[in-house]
């Protein structure tokens, strides 16, 4: 298997899984982007058994023009302006319990809290700090027994783990970056202002606020697009 093939046989639109209520009971959903592409392409043995959505307009753009996925590719970002809310009603009304991983020492306690204010029939089992090991995180996940897993670890490292998980103890595991941290440390649960995520201008934003998303920009989007156009001429 290819990077190609991997992004022609693997995308899954879980939003429109979710629109019909329904979710598959063995889904890893990781996301692809220009930081992490590369490790998918070194890695594609170990994602055989997992799906992946995209969480931004730039990547979905790249991966719909040079592959034959029905369009549009829609962003799938796992945050409250997109793929969040929906996981998260559908647990409710599935009573499924949920594992939290990600943030600082205290991050995945204060999102719990903050998310549970919005969706009060929430079922957050367990909760730990994405400092963690990948083994340690996944001995815990596994012991969970949970029926939702949500992974923010940072690229790589996120990824890596579900992976992982997928093969030793399939069920449903999302990445999604840095969104527990962002809502631990947000107002209300919500990191973007409603103008912002109505104007699309979400990585604007995010330029202010995280600095270091910049240098990453300018350093990986051009990269990412210069290797999906090499891997398509080796096809």
């Not at 392409?41 to 931004?56: E, I």
């Not at 204060?110 to 083994?135: H, Q």
């Not at 595991?173 to 699309?200: K, W």
Request: hydrophobic share 40%; charged share 25%.
């Amino acid at each position: 298997m290819t990077i190609l093939q991997y992004l022609e046989d693997h995308y899954i639109d879980a939003v429109a899984c979710l629109e019909k209520g329904t979710l598959p009971e063995e889904l890893c959903l990781l996301y692809v982007n220009p930081f992490n592409y590369f490790w998918f392409r070194d890695n594609l043995g170990l994602v055989s058994k997992t799906f992946y959505r995209v969480d931004g307009i730039y990547a979905s753009g790249i991966i719909g023009w040079f592959t034959s996925i029905p369009r549009p590719i829609r962003r799938q970002s796992f945050d409250m302006t997109s793929l969040a809310p929906m996981v998260f009603r559908y647990c409710e009304d599935n009573n499924l319990s949920i594992f939290i991983a990600g943030g600082k020492d205290n991050d995945a306690a204060l999102f719990a809290i903050k998310i549970k204010e919005l969706f009060p029939s929430l079922n957050i089992k367990s909760c730990v700090d994405g400092y963690r090991t990948e083994e340690e995180i996944i001995r815990l996940v596994v012991e969970s027994n949970c029926d939702i897993s949500i992974f923010g670890l940072g690229n790589i490292k996120q990824e890596s783990v579900a992976s992982k998980l997928s093969v030793i103890r399939p069920s449903r595991y999302f990445t999604c970056g840095a969104f527990i941290s962002q809502t631990a440390r947000s107002e209300a649960g919500f990191y973007y202002p409603a103008v912002v995520d109505r104007l699309n201008l979400r990585w604007l934003y995010r330029f202010f606020k995280e600095n270091h998303i910049i240098g990453r920009v300018l350093r990986f989007y051009p990269k990412f697009l210069f290797a999906v156009v090499a891997d398509k001429l080796k096809s």
